[in-house]
C-alpha cells in the first residue's frame, strides 16, 4: 500500500473511531500483545536499548485482565500500572506503560489532560508502592 492510502485511513479512522467501536461489539477498545510489544521494540530503538520480552506469558496475563473491564480509565490504568510492576520488558516498562496508557485513552475517545509530570509521579509512585491506580483515579479531575 501506498503512503496516501495509511493517511487516508488514519483520518477516516480518527473521525469515526466512536462508531467502529460500536460495531465491533467491544466495549472498550485494548491495544494487543503485539501492539505492546512494538511499542517496547519502538521505544528501545529510539533509546539505543536492548530490546527483549522477560516474559511473554505476563504480557498476555496483563492484556487478558483487562479484558473484562468496563471502564475505559479503569483498564488503562490497570495496563499501565501491571507493565510498570510485572516487567515484561528488560527495558522500557515504564516508558511502554505510559505509551499504551494514552493509547487506550486515545483509542476510546477518552480526552484527558495530564501532564508529563503527573504521568512520571504516578509511574514512580507506582514503581515504588506509594500509590495505587484508585489512588490515581482519584487525582483525575473530569
Known amino acids: ?3 496516501n492510502f495509511y493517511r487516508i485511513f488514519e483520518k477516516i ?3 469515526r473511531k466512536e462508531i467502529l467501536l460500536k460495531l465491533s461489539g467491544k466495549s472498550i477498545i485494548l491495544p494487543t500483545v503485539d501492539e505492546i510489544i512494538e511499542i517496547n521494540k519502538r521505544i528501545t530503538q529510539i533509546h539505543r536499548e536492548t530490546y527483549e520480552i522477560k516474559d511473554l506469558r505476563i504480557l498476555h496475563h496483563i492484556v487478558d485482565s483487562v479484558k473484562n473491564e ?3 480509565l ?3 490504568l490497570i495496563l499501565f500500572e501491571k507493565i ?3 516487567r515484561p520488558f528488560k527495558e522500557g516498562n515504564k516508558r511502554t506503560a505510559v505509551i499504551v496508557f494514552d493509547m487506550t485513552l486515545e483509542n476510546n475517545n477518552v480526552n484527558i489532560e495530564i501532564s508529563n509530570e503527573k504521568l512520571y509521579q504516578w509511574a514512580i509512585g ?3 508502592n506509594r500509590i495505587t491506580t484508585d489512588d490515581i483515579i482519584k487525582q483525575i479531575n473530569f
Open 13 to 15: 479512522y480518527k473521525r
Open 70 to 72: 468496563k471502564e475505559v
Open 1 to 3: 500500500m501506498n503512503e
Open 84 to 86: 510498570i510492576k510485572n
Open 74 to 76: 479503569k483498564a488503562a
Open 126 to 128: 507506582l514503581t515504588e
